[in-house]
């Protein structure tokens, strides 16, 4: 401890330098904490057993759509125990504000409430919902940055091909749901659900399916439930893909397994980079204190001890840049779910937060960044003779 | 050569014998010093002369213990410094040596006080003992008054008289300087020659001075002539 004002005093001493590559450590730290939450997030969804709900879409992609016949076939398979379409329609209030979108979907309610718990509203709210054709629900965030409450009218007009009707969708709201975050925590409350019956009628009733949202009675069945759906259709025009809804969503937000690695990949990249530079900086520092090290040499510094100061040093400098990064990794995740569009889909999929061995991995990591960094330059420091770091260059 | 008995004085506290110093550069061998024999006495003041290139700086550094000699025996109050391992060595010379450079060699990011309590800091004091010390050897070379500032907020003369508390600080009996006022004008030179005096007088601390200067070499009590790596005599 009584060397640690040594160390600080040189890390303080060149602070441009320093807080650079504080700076490019943490920003590493940060990248290496927000992916690996992410991807910690995801698999931990993904690999959830309480998969209850199914969602089935072409096997194609979801731009290909499946016939509303399906939907019966569908309710005949052994273990499921509802059925409801739910189209993204992909409205907006204003094409020309995309900021002020929010996700919104043509369900069955009548099926879809009951399947979706998580969505709660008043026994007045639903009667009125369920009545109103044109009737929809919105979550209590739109409600509230909309200024909207019940009976007001609502307009919106999608960008999809076949919904553009050369007039905007005409909605009221019916209800404001709101979730119970303790229970269902990181579901959003930024969702719109209207009547299926509407857009379907109102595009001529030619409306293909986006999406089926199926329950099942037993979780442990989902991937024989899932199975048995897709053999049904395994001769059709549209064959299906059937997934949980967890794995269904991380999919779509693209953090499936190859992409976990393709983060990790980064993640292993810029790491790398950062452990150059900090090892440029730290053979930097060393090679111009030679002379300084000469004479802590000569002091009576032994090798040993110079070495461990070196290292200290480039060990400060990494826990700076952990410490930060981590900090900076702590607001990002929760940021995230803030943001426009991918911020939903995250709600829907993961509860986000900083786990706590993630932060010490990173913290633990920034440490052996900084002791793998200087290490090279503490052994240089180690092996020189007095006489030749006291040469005058 | 084996160095003559008369040259060998087992109660001093410098005892060079017979110590020779080569370097090889490529297939061609250097010969920096050829068989030295040298004795200083406790509460001498020696000075060392010569012309550049004559191995004073070489012997120095071989008395100090911060370079080791191709052949021949170096010890220095009491110890073969030879027969230490490196880790000893540098053990060693943190109780017994203390190092006054010619451009001072302060560390640029400690304050003066800090400076001068670096050997401290490998003798087991507490924090308030060796800054309290610190502050004492700034007092006797006259600078209590700057003890926060920094190398670059001082002159030269300044420099070096922190340069020489950091030297005695740990109470050493042997100081060594290699031309302590080659980077000075000549008043400062003349106050740190005054301190080294003092130092030898008062403190009773044996020196040995390498210098180009002949009145920096006055005030030694003894001068000694290096030239080609023979030693000339006094």
Same mark, same amino acid.
Request: aromatic share 8%; with cysteine; glycine share 8%.
């Given at each position: ?31 290496? $904490?927000?992916? =690996? ?33 399906? !939907?019966? =076939? ?74 909207? &409450? !019940? ?5 919106? =007009? ?38 299926? &019956? ?8 030619? /409306?293909?399916?986006? /999406? ?18 897709? $053999? ?45 530079? /900090? ?6 520092? #060393?090679? !111009? ?37 981590? #900090? ?5 995740? &929760? ?37 793998? $960094? ?20 | ?6 040259? %060998? ?40 002369? *010569?012309?550049? *290139? ?8 071989? %008395? ?33 040596? *203390? ?7 302060? %560390? ?22 060796? @800054?309290? @010390? ?29 340069? %020489? ?35 030898? @007088? ?30 000339? *005599?006094?």
């Amino acid at each position: 401890m009584k060397f640690l004002p040594f160390i600080v005093s040189h890390v303080r001493h060149n602070w441009i330098r320093t807080s650079s590559t504080v700076l490019a450590m943490a920003v590493c730290i940060f990248l290496f $904490a927000t992916l =690996q939450t992410l991807v910690y997030a995801v698999s931990g969804q993904v690999k959830s057993p309480g998969a209850f709900r199914l969602i089935i879409r072409n096997n194609v992609s979801l731009a290909f759509r499946m016939p509303k016949s399906y !939907e019966a =076939q569908i309710a005949t398979v052994q273990g499921v125990k509802r059925v409801s379409i739910a189209n993204w329609f992909g409205g907006m209030r204003d094409l020309a504000k995309p900021r002020d979108f929010f996700p919104n979907f043509a369900v069955e309610p009548e099926i879809f409430l009951p399947m979706y718990p998580e969505y709660q509203l008043d026994p007045q709210e639903r009667q009125a919902f369920l009545d109103d054709q044109r009737g929809c629900i919105i979550g209590k965030d739109i409600a509230d940055k909309a200024k909207l &409450k !019940e009976g007001d009218s609502l307009q919106l =007009q999608s960008a999809m091909a076949p919904y553009r009707i050369g007039k905007p969708f005409e909605f009221v709201v019916r209800g404001i749901y709101r979730v119970d975050q303790v229970r269902f925590p990181g579901t959003s409350e930024n969702m719109m659900f209207f009547h299926f &019956k509407y857009l379907d009628e109102a595009t001529g009733r030619k /409306t293909a399916v986006s /999406t089926y949202r199926v329950e099942i009675s037993d979780p442990s069945q989902a991937v024989a439930v899932g199975r048995a759906i897709d $053999a049904l259709f395994r001769d059709s025009e549209a064959q299906t893909h059937t997934e949980t809804e967890a794995v269904y969503a991380a999919g779509f937000i693209s953090l499936g397994g190859k992409l976990a690695l393709l983060l990790n990949g980064i993640g292993l990249s810029v790491m790398f980079t950062i452990l150059l530079v /900090t090892a440029n900086t730290m053979s930097m520092a #060393v090679r !111009e204190r030679r002379t300084e090290i000469g004479v802590l040499k000569t002091l009576g510094f032994s090798a040993g001890l110079v070495l461990r100061l070196v290292i200290g040093e480039a060990i400060a400098i990494g826990a700076c840049g952990g410490v930060l990064g981590i #900090v900076l990794a702590l607001f990002a995740t &929760k940021a995230f779910v803030k943001a426009p569009m991918i911020g939903d889909l995250l709600k829907r999929v993961v509860n986000l937060g900083l786990p706590l061995p993630i932060a010490a991995l990173g913290i633990a990591m920034a440490v052996a960044l900084g002791l793998a $960094a200087g290490l090279v330059p503490a052994l240089l420091a180690y092996r020189s003779r007095i006489t030749d770091l006291l040469r005058q260059v | 050569m084996p160095p003559a008995a008369a040259d %060998i004085r087992p109660g001093a506290t410098v005892n060079v014998e017979a110590v020779c110093k080569t370097y090889r550069r490529d297939s061609q061998e250097i010969v920096v010093l050829d068989r030295i024999n040298l004795a200083v006495w406790e509460g001498e003041f020696v000075a060392l002369m *010569g012309p550049s *290139g004559s191995g004073k700086t070489t012997l120095l550094n071989l %008395i100090a213990g911060i370079d080791r000699p191709t052949s021949g025996r170096v010890t220095v109050a009491g110890a073969d410094l030879g027969a230490l391992s490196e880790g000893a060595l540098a053990g060693w010379r943190s109780r017994n040596v *203390g190092f006054i450079f010619q451009f001072y060699n302060l %560390i640029p990011v400690l304050t003066a006080v800090q400076n001068v309590e670096l050997p401290l800091l490998l003798n087991p004091l507490a924090g308030k003992e060796r @800054r309290a @010390r610190a502050l004492t050897a700034l007092r006797i070379v006259g600078l209590a008054d700057r003890a926060s500032h920094y190398p670059r907020q001082l002159s030269g003369g300044q420099e070096q008289r922190v340069a %020489i508390a950091r030297a005695f600080v740990a109470d050493p009996p042997l100081l060594v300087a290699d031309e302590p006022t080659g980077d000075l004008d000549a008043h400062s030179a003349e106050e740190i020659l005054d301190l080294l005096q003092t130092l030898n @007088r008062e403190f009773k601390k044996t020196i040995v001075m390498v210098t180009h200067d002949p009145r920096a070499a006055e005030r030694a009590r003894k001068q000694l002539h290096l030239q080609k790596g023979v030693l000339a *005599g006094a």
